[in-house]
């Protein structure tokens, strides 16, 4: 039988959710395209995503800004000097490797929190050699993953693309201030691409040079935030934690958010929004609980700008084990505090009658990693195939076909999806049998289809059928597209229409 | 009074529609982000764009692709030999110039159709100088305006960012037909970011290193693909032509669609299409009919891949004419065979019985121009200031006040916004009187307004303001949601509901 990742990459490439970037020219290491299918469901994501998040307050706005950054910005935000990885490269065969993969692949040890000299050491005790050629390893030495670029004629102007979009955020943060009239906390979020020159691009679209993400910054005046938290809101709900300690152990602690609080571990504040997240991974992206987890950053292993750190992780057969898909990152005035520095523009704002510079909580979501993860969890390949998306997330809400192929059936049949798909993404199929037509929306997870038979010409009604049940009702035209609207929102389950 | 340009600008800024990327650092010159107005008004115009050239057909779909894109494919598509823009620099004081903008500027002739020997011999006739310190212009020289990227540790990959997004459809068409089971015609739209690093960026948004664009490329066979064309739906469209001669007498011909494909002058499929554009920009964008042209591109102008070209003009105060926002290109076979030869894969397929390498119509839009362009057109600055975009596009669809702070106002009206906003983009506003609320709605194009009032408490209605005609009607707040909706999707006008 063939592996996890390899049923996932096949659907991705027959059905057009997937691509390698550039394919025809052999490809770019660390480079995917979506697929027509894959477009769709991103976009819907992004959709719910938004809706989801930005209606956790008045305040929090969607803005858009642009993957280029000058030096300066990515100097006063650290990245320039700190968003490096170790890289080993091998003296005989000049092949580079990221030095945490490498090590850890070979020695089953973590060398995350080492330093460039501990890891020197520990490449020379632990005799290890180049997985290429058997070669020694260079001393390891530090190498900056932005990727430069040339601004102007002559390239005076000296730019990267983003590492990551929070960037863009904090960078308009007066601007969006003073439009928004002046109000905490305030939120900025960015859906959009960024660039990493990973070392060791590998494992589909889990570790890109190009990836996508969605990120909310949370501008807050750290005295008065937890006072706005409706803490009754997410008080049981239940963390499912994996501590820096219970990560080696593979332990999950199942602690409600009241308890975490109380005991003074999380504040409130904190607790509250990965729950939330938790809760957005769970309910709306269909991911089981029992998948999921929340995994805590010891300070050696957090980036320099994080206070405090959870990653939201889901247990990925298709590759191996837990994987980061997300991340909630207490950022403190980090940010602004920098931009203030590397600008001279006043970042501090007057809130409370005190005049104090912004803390940042940033929510931070790779889109590819987490569409990937629903892909591998959520697809069923045996005696049906079938994938259980949320409706909400499906890229065809419903197919629509003919039962067979005369008898003024597709006519009929087509009469019905010309109204269907002015208010939904429907898909028409005349071609094969009915069986192989359901079989090909179940594959691509369309929640619903319609089938026009004999008895639709006379009584003008239509079978509905539902993907993961396989149960059936018949609906009349007349009101199929207030039934799909209910089914697709949610409004309505499908057992309450038999 | 000030300009038009700093009118827009300043609303822009203000409001936050558009600021100047990276502005704490002084900003980079070609860059501008979407402030939170702006990207809302940015998605929605995207969602219109998506939902208005999709439905053209069954087989159009949205894919996302990178983008960064590696030399080979950009080397194949001729965009390394042929992408560049002559330059001018002076020799001294260094400075670099676009040589067709400066000639244009100096001279007031066009050199858009010379090449570089004849711009040469121009340049010594006309006797031109540097605008900036008088120094001679050393012999111009060919700038390639793609930014170069180098991927992997030792830089080995080459690649670019992408000048056009539509490399990305031809690198993914082999995938993409046969995913969509080998169908022509296929259409494959992508909506992202595009990168050139122009010599002289100018004129706010308009000609930027980093843009965003909206490109369909429909794939069709030439035989069948006039056979396919509803031609009745655009016959008696009238085009706004400037041909390539009307252009500089700064003449428009109206011609009809059925005259002008059966005088011979523009094949069906074309002549179709640019009809539908044009549709799109008055009827969907809201542009005058006067305001609008479709510009003929000559030989001499016309890109190196294109065979008939068309751009959509657009008459805008604010950057002084006639500025393009939108092309219809006939690239023939061009991408695909470039391709093919390139990659060495196969482009061709079989339809109606031959192998043919399918040819391509692209439909290309400038997203920032287009927005930009409706901020012009549609911002009246006067005694009352309106911005009166298209519902659909407005980026708040209701703002939501009571119409005092007392008196139980605040929390009807809060309590009706909190259920608008699970529909709708909903503002609420209670700050200053009731005056200032509209007209701070008006000049950010809110459609409509909701305010409570004393009586709405007794007979649980609203007022609906109208922002075009400041009419008002009083709506009972359990109709409020699905009246709203029909005004905003254009099923009800206004008048009908008094």
């Given at each position: 039988m063939r592996s996890r990742y390899d049923q996932v990459m096949s659907l991705s490439l027959r059905r057009g959710f997937l691509f390698p970037s550039a394919e025809i020219y052999g490809g770019l290491a660390g480079f995917y395209d979506y697929g027509h299918l894959g477009a769709m469901m991103k976009r819907k994501w992004e959709d719910l995503w938004t809706d989801y998040f930005l209606?956790?307050?008045?305040n929090y706005y969607l803005i858009d800004t642009t993957s280029i950054l000058p030096y300066k910005g990515l100097k006063a935000s650290g990245h320039v000097d700190h968003f490096t990885d170790v890289m080993l490269t091998c003296s005989k065969c000049g092949e580079s490797y990221k030095a945490e993969l490498l090590l850890e692949d070979l020695t089953?040890?973590?060398?995350?929190?080492?330093t460039l000299e501990e890891i020197r050491t520990f490449i020379s005790t632990a005799d290890v050699s180049c997985p290429e050629c058997g070669g020694k390893f260079a001393d390891p030495s530090q190498f900056n993953m932005m990727f430069p670029v040339a601004i102007g004629t002559a390239g005076k102007d000296k730019g990267f693309l983003?590492?990551?979009?929070?960037q863009g955020a904090y960078l308009n943060f007066k601007r969006e201030y003073e439009a928004l009239r002046r109000k905490l906390p305030m939120g900025l979020a960015i859906i959009g691409r960024a660039f990493r020159n990973e070392i060791s691009p590998r494992q589909g679209t889990y570790r890109m040079r190009e990836f996508l993400q969605a990120e909310l910054q949370i501008f807050f005046n750290p005295k008065t935030f937890e006072d706005r938290?409706?803490?009754?809101?997410?008080?049981?709900d239940v963390l499912r934690i994996a501590t820096a300690e219970g990560k080696r152990k593979n332990q999950i602690d199942e602690v409600k958010v009241s308890e975490i609080v109380d005991e003074g571990v999380l504040p409130l504040f904190f607790a509250h929004h990965i729950a939330l997240v938790q809760r957005f991974y769970h309910k709306?992206?269909?991911?089981p609980t029992e998948k999921l987890r929340l995994a805590e950053l010891s300070e050696e292993e957090r980036?320099?700008?994080?206070?405090i750190h959870y990653d939201i992780e889901v247990d990925l057969e298709s590759l191996g084990g837990w994987r980061e898909v997300a991340g909630v990152h207490y950022r403190s005035d980090h940010d602004l505090t920098g931009h203030e520095k590397g600008?001279?523009?006043?970042m501090s704002v007057m809130d409370g009658g005190e005049r104090i510079i912004p803390h940042v909580l940033e929510l931070s979501f790779g889109i590819d990693r987490t569409l990937w993860a629903m892909l591998d969890i959520l697809y069923t390949v045996g005696e049906r195939t079938v994938l259980r998306l949320p409706p909400r997330i499906a890229p065809i809400s419903v197919g629509v076909f003919?039962?067979?192929?005369k008898a003024g059936l597709p006519e009929k049949a087509r009469e019905v999806y010309r109204v269907l798909r002015r208010s939904f993404d429907a898909f028409y199929d005349d071609a094969g049998s009915i069986g192989r037509r359901y079989a090909r929306m179940d594959e691509i997870g369309t929640p619903f289809c319609v089938t026009i038979d004999h008895q639709s010409l006379e009584s003008d009604d239509v079978t509905v059928r539902e993907r993961d049940s396989t149960d059936q009702v018949r609906i009349s035209i007349d009101d199929l597209r207030t039934v799909l609207n209910s089914l697709l929102t949610g409004v309505t389950k499908f057992e309450e229409l038999k």
């Open positions: 209606s956790l307050d008045d089953e040890k973590s060398v995350e929190a080492m983003r590492p990551e979009t929070a938290i409706p803490r009754e809101e997410t008080a049981n709306e992206l269909g991911i980036a320099f700008y994080n206070k600008s001279n523009e006043r003919p039962l067979v192929n």
